[in-house]
């Protein structure tokens, strides 16, 4: 049995965090958010979270070196990374550092933040199946 499918949310908007906790939590996902790029590092040490949406443009830290850290501690993290100041240069950065997808913001169709996230799960138990299958 494939365990609950944690979600952390990392963004310096606080509003867009909580009105996304609260979307996924209806599609049935566990939600955890945090402002802070630093703390997320901390609570991504601290418990196993399955997907992490990230911003790339926040105070305290570049996104793009915080999905570097987050796939330095855990590399089957899957990170959606979200941003309203898109280039070709950091799509392909984000992407290059293992970043499943990357989101822009403001979304004007939350079914595409779900689809990520659903794809990224769907990733990530095919991978947990495979391994399960492995030891079988």
Same mark, same amino acid.
């Given at each position: 049995?494939?365990?609950?499918?944690?979600?952390?949310?990392?963004?310096?908007?606080?509003?867009?965090? !909580?009105?996304?906790?609260?979307?996924l939590q209806l599609e049935g996902y566990v939600t955890e958010y945090t402002t802070s790029p630093i703390k997320a590092l901390d609570?991504?040490?601290?418990?196993?979270?399955?997907?992490?949406?990230?911003?790339?443009?926040?105070?305290?830290?570049?996104?793009?070196?915080?999905?570097?850290?987050?796939?330095?501690?855990?590399?089957?993290?899957?990170v959606i990374m979200m941003t309203g100041y898109s280039t070709m240069d950091k799509t392909v950065r984000c992407l290059e550092k293992?970043?499943?997808?990357?989101?822009?913001?403001?979304?004007?169709?939350?079914?595409?933040? !779900?689809?990520?996230?659903?794809?990224?799960?769907?990733?990530?138990?095919? %991978? %947990?199946?495979?391994?399960?299958?492995?030891?079988?």
């Open positions: 049995m494939y365990p609950e499918t944690k979600v952390l949310l990392i963004d310096d908007e606080e509003e867009l965090c !909580i009105s996304l906790q609260r979307i609570m991504v040490k601290a418990r196993k979270y399955h997907i992490i949406l990230a911003d790339i443009v926040m105070p305290e830290m570049d996104g793009i070196e915080l999905l570097s850290a987050v796939k330095a501690y855990d590399p089957l993290a899957q293992g970043a499943n997808d990357y989101l822009l913001k403001p979304f004007s169709d939350l079914d595409k933040v !779900i689809e990520a996230v659903r794809l990224s799960e769907a990733k990530l138990r095919r %991978w %947990w199946e495979s391994m399960r299958g492995n030891f079988a």
